[in-house]
Each structure stands twice: as C-alpha cells, then as structure tokens.
C-alpha cells in the first residue's frame, strides 16, 4: 500500500524558514511528480510545487524565487524562505504518475499545517 508521510509544518513569524519533507513508502511504481499542493480556509486546492521523474523543477507563481524543491519522485522536500501570512495553509504532499497531465494526483499525503503570523 502506497502512503506519503509529510513532516515539517509548524508556526513561524513573517520571514521566517520551514522545510516539509515527503517520503513515499509502500510497493509503488515510478511517479511522474512528487509535489506540494495547499488549501487555505475557505479557499481551493492550489498547486505549489513539483519535482518531475526528468529532474525539472515546478513552481507556483505566488511561491516562486522564495520556496525551492529538492529532492526526487521518491523522497521530496520543499524549503519554504520568507514565509507571508498569505502562505498559512495546510499542505499536502501529492504523487503523479501521467507524464501527460501533472495534475492527475494519485497520492496525497495527510497534510500538514503551516501558520505564518505577523
């Protein structure tokens, strides 16, 4: 059985650092992406992150130049620099295997919250 097992949140002030890690465990076949996907109260799903099976890297807008994802589709991790209250959310951990639509997601992880105050 395939899990993803998320670490890392926690709270943090304006500017401050966290880094979430994924792991995948259980008998899986190769993922297309391994990834972070958030969700705020009262707002939708969106995506973060990814790290493809080529070695790309994915990132959203609103996270670009202060987040960076390292890692592979087995092991992933997402340092997260210069956190704004507008990144609070819940995030998960998400496994693709399309190479022709990363935003199948598979896997998700159980989430994992990240409070920014100010």
């Known amino acids: 059985q395939v899990q993803l097992v998320e670490s890392g949140g926690g709270s943090v002030q304006t500017g401050g650092s966290l880094r979430l890690s994924c792991t995948a465990s259980?008998?899986?076949?190769?993922?297309?992406?391994l990834g972070w996907y958030r969700q705020a109260p009262g707002k939708q799903r969106e995506f973060v992150a990814r790290v493809t099976y080529a070695d790309t890297k994915n990132y959203a807008d609103s996270v670009k130049g202060r987040f960076t994802i390292s890692g592979d589709i087995k092991s992933a991790y997402l340092q997260m620099n210069s956190l704004k209250p507008e990144d609070t959310a819940v995030y998960y951990c998400a496994a693709t295997y399309s190479k022709y639509n990363f935003s199948e997601v598979a896997y998700w992880g159980q989430g994992t919250q990240v409070t920014v105050s100010l």
């Open positions: 259980g008998s899986i076949s190769s993922f297309s992406t």
